[in-house]
C-alpha cells in the first residue's frame, strides 16, 4: 500500500474551477494506478477518474468528462484533477485512491485511500 494526501479542495462558484492534488508516499507510486472517487451527502461513493500507472492512458466518468483532467505530476509522486466548469452537482468529498498498474472504476478495486477533501460548488 501507499499513503496518499489530497489537498486543493474548496468553496467556488458555479463554473469556476478547483486543482486537487493527491501526494503520495511509501512504496514506488509510479508503479501504482491512480482514481479518484467523491461521495456527496447521503450518496454512495463513485468513481470520477483514473490514470495508469505509466500516465499514457486516463479513464472519465460521463458526469466528468471534457470538464476534468486527471495527470500525474512532474514530481512522479503526485496526481493532479483539474476540475472545470464546476456545477453545484459537483459538490462532494473527494477522495484519490491507488491500486498496482492497472486503474479501475470501482471502488472496491482499490487498497490505498486518502483522507479525502471537500469540493463545494454554489449556485
Known amino acids: 500500500q501507499v499513503q496518499l494526501v489530497e489537498s486543493g479542495g474548496g468553496l467556488v462558484q458555479a463554473g469556476g474551477s478547483l486543482r486537487l492534488s493527491c501526494a503520495a508516499s511509501g512504496r514506488t507510486f509510479s508503479r501504482y494506478a491512480v482514481g479518484w472517487f467523491r461521495q456527496a451527502p447521503g450518496k454512495d461513493r463513485e468513481f470520477v477518474a483514473a490514470i495508469t500507472w505509466s500516465g499514457s492512458s486516463t479513464y472519465y466518468a460521463d458526469s466528468v468528462k471534457g470538464r476534468f483532467t486527471i495527470s500525474r505530476g512532474d514530481a512522479k509522486n503526485t496526481v493532479n484533477l483539474q476540475m472545470n466548469s464546476l456545477k453545484p452537482e459537483d459538490t462532494a468529498v473527494y477522495y484519490c485512491?491507488?491500486?498496482?498498474?492497472?486503474?479501475?472504476?470501482?471502488?472496491?478495486?482499490?487498497?490505498?485511500w486518502g483522507q479525502g477533501t471537500q469540493g463545494t460548488v454554489s449556485s
Open positions: 485512491a491507488a491500486r498496482p498498474w492497472s486503474f479501475s472504476d470501482y471502488v472496491a478495486a482499490y487498497d490505498s
